[in-house]
């Protein structure tokens, strides 16, 4: 059993869930040449793993893992696909009923590179803004940089919040000092 517990050791399991899962945030998300058009949440890192996982169980099915356990080099774009199409999958809702995926993983698979990029940049987008700590985010760009250094020499706080925290801690992390006070 997880961590986070029911209140009350009478309450029915189907009451109890994360304390976490309450405060999840869902925007809206459309599939680009479809109809189709959903809300979006990003996905536990639990759930992500898993993902993984089963992707590369899948891949290794196929002969597509090297002897060294990597992706073979001509199923990079594959890869990127697939795990894509899985995470959208699970991240993508049906709008009023957020218990029910908008599309199985197949009908992801489907789409074309345009059709998934799409929701999968705004994924990636909605990850890096409420997922700080993801190992796999965005670096800085170089315009980041130069405006992230010149905020942080003028002391505006205002222009630096905006960047979020994940950005602002690879900033602190790559200036190589403490903040001049």
Known sequence: MGRFTTRHPDEPAAAVTSALAGAREHVPVTVPG?????????????????IKAEALALFKE?????????????AHDDWKCEIAARHLAVAVRVTDDLDTPLAAVDDWRELSDEQI??????????????DPLGADAKPLTEDELAVMR????????????????????????????PPAS
Do not use: C, N
Request: charged share 25%; net charge positive.
């Open 34 to 50: 479809t109809d189709a058009a959903g809300v979006m949440r990003v996905l536990t890192r639990s759930e992500s793993l898993t």
């Open 62 to 74: 196929r002969g597509l893992v090297t002897d060294d356990g990597m992706i073979a080099a001509v």
């Open 117 to 130: 990029s799409g929701p999968w940049d705004r994924y990636q987008d909605l990850r890096d803004r409420l």
């Open 150 to 177: 010149s905020a942080s020499k003028k002391k505006d706080v205002t222009a630096l919040r905006s960047f979020g925290l994940h950005k602002l801690a690879i900033f602190a992390a790559t200036t190589g000092g």
